[in-house]
């Protein structure tokens, strides 16, 4: 049952202050973790955290973090978050599709949904997908999705975005997919998405960020890039400057033309620009038991 519409996105990011980038290490009993950011909201003080272990992501309090261990980067290099930052690095000269592009493992019966939503000047989303396909009737169990979501499509789409963090079926993981999503179909990809000479990599990244807390969601520490283009400064940066980690696809539904296998890493979009990618997977009449969160393929250890 999704919440009946009556509260208003909030979009105004001045909101939240000092909002800076930061890479610091903690331990607590034995989970091991990397705040890399801070920011003020309402005179409280508050903290992005990394589980460098599970991989997700939490929102603490000053207080909260104060009961930390403060430790060296160095102590904690075994870590999942680590062995994932390396393989993104080594993959990240193709201008298409670099960073993380597959599992670790194949789990068995185990797909990993990711959902685009780019920028779109088409009104509503694919509200079949979202609000039919994606309902278990009969569990109580929460799907675990991934949605790439843009600054530029909650701009626009503040009704649908509404409807999203509040379904009540679904378990969802942010992926930062920038706040414009530049895109010009007359410039070459080496020129193009984030490529383009006046991006400006800190607001395209923070923005969404801060859109997202605004609105009591959590950013993930994954990013998608628009297009899937980039090159390896920008992946370096992403990584190195942002703590962030490229996530690309194995699967791009409309482009692949095979089937979906275990393991795979799904890529459609939800915001009607892309209507093919979601008819495959609603036609194919795929069990959406075997829908698991997007941290398991990315686990090192499982």
């Given at each position: 049952m999704i919440t009946p519409i009556k509260a208003k996105i909030e979009l105004d990011t001045s909101k939240i202050k000092n909002y800076f980038i930061i890479k610091e290490f903690y331990l607590e009993d034995k989970n091991r973790?990397?705040?890399?950011?801070?920011?003020?909201?309402?005179?409280?003080?508050?903290?992005?955290?990394?589980?460098?272990?599970?991989?997700?992501?939490?929102?603490?309090?000053?207080?909260?973090?104060?009961?930390?261990?403060?430790?060296?980067?160095?102590?904690?290099?075994k870590t999942n978050y680590n062995i994932l930052k390396e393989k993104a690095l080594k993959n990240s000269r193709p201008l298409a599709n670099a960073g993380i592009n597959d599992s670790f493992?194949?789990?068995?019966?185990?797909?990993?949904?990711?959902?685009?939503?780019?920028?779109?000047?088409?009104?509503?989303?694919?509200?079949?997908?979202?609000?039919?396909?994606?309902?278990?009737?009969?569990?109580?169990?929460?799907i675990p999705i991934a949605i790439a979501i843009t600054y530029r499509w909650v701009k626009d789409h503040k009704k649908e975005f509404f409807s999203l963090i509040h379904n009540q079926n679904l378990d969802i993981t942010w992926i930062n997919h920038s706040k414009n999503h530049y895109y010009n179909p007359k410039e070459e990809l080496s020129k193009n998405f984030m490529l383009n000479s006046k991006t400006n990599l800190n607001e395209e990244i923070i923005e969404v960020e801060k859109m997202l807390i605004l609105n009591n969601q959590?950013?993930?520490?994954?990013?998608?890039?628009?297009?899937?283009?980039?090159?390896?400064?920008?992946?370096?940066?992403?990584?190195?400057?942002?703590?962030?980690?490229?996530?690309?696809?194995?699967?791009?539904?409309?482009?692949?033309?095979?089937?979906?296998?275990?393991?795979?890493?799904?890529?459609?979009?939800?915001?009607?620009?892309?209507?093919?990618?979601?008819?495959k997977l609603i036609n194919k009449q795929y069990n959406i038991k075997r829908f698991k969160s997007i941290y398991n393929s990315l686990l090192t250890d499982k």
């Open positions: 973790f990397m705040a890399i950011r801070s920011y003020e909201y309402n005179a409280n003080k508050y903290y992005l955290i990394v589980n460098l272990d599970t991989l997700k992501t939490s929102i603490v309090t000053e207080n909260k973090k104060k009961s930390f261990k403060k430790t060296a980067e160095k102590s904690l290099l493992h194949i789990n068995k019966n185990e797909i990993y949904l990711t959902i685009d939503m780019c920028p779109s000047s088409k009104k509503g989303y694919e509200k079949e997908l979202f609000e039919e396909f994606l309902n278990l009737n009969e569990s109580k169990k929460k959590t950013p993930s520490m994954l990013f998608r890039l628009p297009g899937l283009v980039s090159n390896k400064k920008l992946i370096n940066s992403l990584v190195y400057d942002f703590s962030l980690i490229p996530l690309g696809t194995n699967n791009w539904l409309v482009k692949s033309n095979r089937e979906i296998s275990d393991g795979d890493i799904i890529l459609i979009h939800g915001n009607l620009n892309e209507k093919e990618g979601v008819k």
